[in-house]
């Protein structure tokens, strides 16, 4: 009890600040950096150095009312051919534009719900994709799998294009939530498209679940951290539900009476934590756990652990290639998003020009921030000689801000000439203390709780 209520003093309960996806964060995004950027990003880029891409799929049979990703409804699949065909375009003007010689190191498939797609489809897309940025040999496939709306003809569809690693979206098993939510997922539904993905070879899987939904206690979520040990998934992760429906309409549909208390609610995230823990899984960050082996915890050990819009990351290409509606780029010189609503997005393609609207060009301030940032999010250490090595006099400029944590937040840090640390006990702290560092704070915006 004393310690949440110190943590609630510090603000744990109350504060609403950014996950660190990236930095700056997509809220401080402007039309000043368009599809002109892109262009230009995407021309210089070093075809020796394998890039990531990522295919956004913004189509869902059903939608969870909990979700807050940019999706659309449909019953057909006649919008859904329609936007491929305009991916196919982009990706055509992609390959235009990319050097000669590039090459992919990750792709990731994501939505909305890419597995809405049918095997003839799967094929024509990454056939598409491979076309316009062929794959490095040692390359790594991922997609988003709805258990609920997939079979193994796709299965099979994905894996012949050379998937190699599914994420599996569970939230939470026990009926009542999930009736809650909108998300009705039986475990024996999940249980046999794991097994089928296994089957086909799948050496990687990933299962995403989410804390702090309606209806949720102790027993039901340690039930659920049960139900997904008994999948055997290489890596976890376990979300904070983002309550937003000024964002999200569909989430006025949740109960919020039904939601559990900021105490509660933290017990939950203790709960499943601990589950994950006992079984064998290192932490990862703040919100991810992986086996011994796993490309995400063999990043942590070697101190190659990043971050990126999906969350923790052993994906070491510097620049992401988005596509599709509404998808973020990520270049050396800074982010641009396309148009984020589907229509806008194939006005664009079509007219055949790239789709970019907002975008941030990175200063070499918001490149030390943004280290600084992301080894506290990944690490829980500031290494401030990493900074002075990497960018010189100018990390000096941290100093007030380190100065801060250190003396906001006591015992619950360690600071010597070297390093600014955050201990297990000030570790849920950790968004809150990054924030001290993020020098974009635009005004109205209102993020997600940090507990």
Partial sequence: MQQIERLRALGLFDSRVPRYTSYPTAPVFSAATDNAFQARALASLDPAVPVSVYIHIPFCERLCWFCACRTQGTQTLNPVENYIATVEQELALLAETVPAGLRMGRLHWGGGTPTILPPALIHRLAKAVKAAIPPADDWEFSVEI?????????????????????????????????AAIGRTQPYEVTAACVADLRAAGIRSLNTDLVYGLPHQ????????????????????????????????????????????????????AEIAADGFRSAGFSPIGIDHFALPGDGLEQALQTGHLRRNFQGYTDDHCPTLIGVGASSISR?????????????????????????????????????????????????????????????????????????????????????????????????????????????????????????
């Fill in 217 to 268: 206690d102790a027993a039901r979520i340690a039930d659920t951290v049960d139900k997904v040990l008994s999948l055997r998934p290489d890596r976890v992760a376990l979300f904070g539900y983002a309550h937003v429906p000024w964002v999200a309409k569909r989430q006025k549909l949740i109960d919020e009476a039904a939601l559990p208390g900021d105490e509660e609610r933290f017990a939950l």
């Fill in 331 to 451: 270049f050396a010189d800074g982010y641009v998003q396309n148009a984020p609503a589907t229509a806008a997005y194939v006005q664009r393609v079509e007219a055949g020009e790239f789709s970019g609207t907002r975008g941030h060009e990175l200063t070499q301030m918001d490149r030390l921030r943004g280290r600084a940032i992301e080894m506290l999010m990944c690490d829980f250490v500031l290494d401030r000689k990493e900074l002075a090595s990497r960018f010189g006099a100018l990390a000096a400029q941290l100093n007030s801000d380190i100065a801060e944590v250190a003396e906001t937040y006591g015992d619950l840090v360690t600071l010597d000439e070297d390093s600014l640390c955050i201990l297990p006990a000030g570790r849920p702290l950790t968004r809150i203390i990054a924030s001290v560092f993020d020098a974009h704070k635009p005004d109205g915006v209102r993020y997600s709780q940090a507990s």
């Fill in 146 to 178: 709805d258990p609920t709306l997939v079979d193994r003809d796709k299965i099979a569809a994905l894996s012949a294009e050379g998937m190699n690693r599914a994420s599996i979206g569970i939230q939470d098993f026990d009926p009542e939530v999930q």
